[in-house]
């Protein structure tokens, strides 16, 4: 249904870091006709250095404070971490307002390998997550699943999307494990259970000892919020401006140089 209203809600897209700009990204795409809201918790990043009780606290905290002020259309948290350890603890603070979630794309990957030998390669927090084990145990049992969880690869990929050099001896260190052989056949699909992750996903594969396929789940997300989200008119809606908020208050010179980038002001 398409409906006609020139004081639209905004979406609220969160990350960690900056991500989540590989979802905000194809959200536009689907949804051109919508102002967004960036969240970034950089005051909070990495989430890998936090325990899952503060963890979990933080993030409550943080989306009471902005759906109160922005009181956005839905809110799209652009981080496994972050949903896979407080999804459920949101939706029931806040059961008047939508989440769009992102978890391991394991289920596409299951359909998809012909090895029948998947990776994830993500966070240790998302990689340790009964949810993302439930995931398996729900989609895959007929593959073998391997866990990997990198804990300095969203540090790199905030880095290499700021233009700062990552050596790549480092990035092939963290990605390694995903490439395994088993009874001759070989790892097919990587699954990047990370937003930061497919910023990278070019020197992954000139980096990677043979081709797989890398699943980036950010379309998938931004097919699953556009469901969520009423179509408006375009025509007769005032120009919007989208915006990045970085809970630091203080994001340096690289970070606000790459958000114009995007086109949100900062």
Known sequence: ????????????????????????????????????????????????????????????SIFKEFIRDHQPEVSVIACNTAFT????????????????GTVPAIKPAAERTRSGLVSVLATP?????AYTRDLIQSFATQCHVRLVGSQNLARMAEAYIRGDKVPDEDISAEIAQC??????????????ACTHY???????????PWPVDWIDPAEAIARQARRKVPALEQLGIEPH?????????NPDFSTRRLMQGFGLSV
């Open 198 to 208: 497919p910023f990278m996903a070019n020197v992954f594969r000139r980096l990677a």
């Open 125 to 129: 927090g998302t990689v340790k997550r």
């Open 85 to 100: 350890l407080a999804g459920a603890d949101l939706r029931e603070a806040f059961p008047d307002h939508t989440f769009v």
């Open 1 to 60: 249904m398409i409906m006609m209203n020139d004081t639209a809600k905004p979406i609220l897209v969160f990350d960690s870091g900056i991500g989540g700009l590989t979802v905000l990204r194809e959200l536009r795409v689907l949804m051109p006709e919508r102002s967004f809201i960036y969240i970034a918790d950089d005051a909070g990043f990495p989430y890998g250095n936090w325990a899952e009780p503060q963890l979990r606290e933080r993030l409550l």
């Open 241 to 249: 401006v989208d915006r990045a908020i970085f809970t630091s208050g």
């Open 179 to 192: 490439f395994y052989e088993k009874d001759g056949a070989k790892t097919d699909i990587v699954v990047l």
